[in-house]
DNA sequence: CTCGATCATAAACAATCGTTTATAATCAGG
DNA sequence: CCTGATTATAAACGATTGTTTATGATCGAG
């Protein structure tokens, strides 16, 4: 009566099925992806996904939601500690997001390139993904941002200087194959990592310092192009 | 002799099939596109994609090189004036960006979107993308980020700058339709795009400057992350 | 007109895809 | 042991893919 185990254990198989599909799906993205080739890389017979998972869809969505519960348990974002500065709190955040999407130091280094094909190429899940993953890390950035800057900034503004931070650090995920390309050495190891944190985390501060002195006191710089070309 | 009209004009049929090929590659990608999908919209049959381009690859490679005469022919990236400022070029490069690939008024706008899927599921002419349109953005974003900082700045540091610039700009195309569902308003005609440029110049100068400041008179704010998390 | 080269079209090919069906193997309970 | 539900496996299905073949239409030149 008490799920004895079974055979070889259903858990383990569908564990497995689950961790090689992930590899998989990062790999080829979600179409291109067959689902031969995952039970053959699992050691699972074509019919195991229809039995566990009813579809390759439901694969993918299992993937998704395992990959998040196993990347919060594994590193969770730093959230506000009270004695912080806001600049502090956003080199943390640098740090975190660094280690874990570029340089992938997580268990499942594949759940940011799948977020990286969904953005560009979506399936219907990344609704889910937006409000599983990404939403909460734009939050957290929204309040860094809003700590730095004082509600007094107007939201819109402090949302697109929240996306400038994102897309900084997110290009050195999303463009590593370009930049290797153009001879940037990726970052090895946990203490090449930080140093580029510190560096993104000082282009940031400075971005968002510059952005709030040339709103209070406007056009140190010529604001508008000059349509000379 | 003299290449008369034939049939219904070979030219032009092919041209037809490049553009309406580059619409579905950049909306599927490389291999979601199907060849009958493309033939069916433009009019022309299956096997006159082997007659003019031998393969499908050949198709895609004649539609990437075409984009790139399109694009220089269409609107061509900044180049230095003699009596500008380094920032006045910087943000005049922002303009010409965001005009180009975010808000994408040029005559092929699916450029952007191959060179965005390019990136993160790269085919074999990655490489070929890399030196007509990706190295010669790099190297101009290069030489207005050294005019800034000044050539006594580290190679390895200016190269960082560089990418941090174009990752905050590129941030724009590659999430627009994250940054959508997040609730932020796509920049909508000239104007708007002109305004995000601006703000997105500014944030960029800012931490340039602010780099250059830290590397002069180091620890203005502590650099290394505090391990208490 | 006739011939040969160029271009167009439809049908078929071989491979692969996700999915399904049919059947065999393995367990718990009676 | 026997039964019935659960799990595993192999084979096949129907659809779609890129590619090819075979044939027919259209032109310029002789």
């Known amino acids: 009566m008490k799920r004895a185990r079974k055979y070889k254990d259903a858990e383990e198989r569908k564990a497995r099925l689950l961790k090689t599909a992930a ?38 969505r299992e993937v998704l939601i395992s990959s998040h519960s196993q990347m919060i348990e594994n590193e969770a974002m730093p959230m506000p500690v009270p004695g912080q500065t806001a600049a502090e709190a956003l080199r943390q955040w640098v740090h975190f997001f660094l280690r874990a ?26 609704g889910e993904l937006v409000t599983l993953f990404i939403r909460p890390i734009r939050d957290r950035v929204l309040d860094i941002v809003t700590a730095l800057t004082g509600p007094e900034l107007p939201a819109e ?14 290009h050195y995920d999303h463009a590593h194959l370009v930049l290797e390309r153009l001879g940037f050495k990726r970052p090895n190891g946990p203490g090449e ?30 604001r508008r192009r000059q349509e000379t070309w």
Chains 1, 2 share one sequence.
């Open 101 to 126: 999407f570029v340089f992938k130091q997580t268990k499942r280094p594949q759940l940011a390139l799948i977020i990286a094909r969904e953005m560009i190429q979506p399936t219907s899940f990344l």
């Open 23 to 60: 590899g998989c799906f990062a790999r080829h993205g979600y179409e291109k992806a067959g689902l031969r080739e995952i039970c053959a890389k699992a050691g699972a017979n074509l019919a195991a996904i229809k039995y566990y998972f009813t579809n390759k869809r439901g694969l993918y």
């Open 157 to 170: 503004l402090r949302q697109i200087l929240c996306h400038n931070v994102i897309g900084a650090c997110l």
């Open 193 to 222: 990592v930080a140093r580029l944190a510190d560096l993104l985390a000082d282009f940031i501060l400075g971005g968002i310092r510059h952005c709030v002195a040339a709103r209070a006191q406007p056009c140190e710089t010529p």
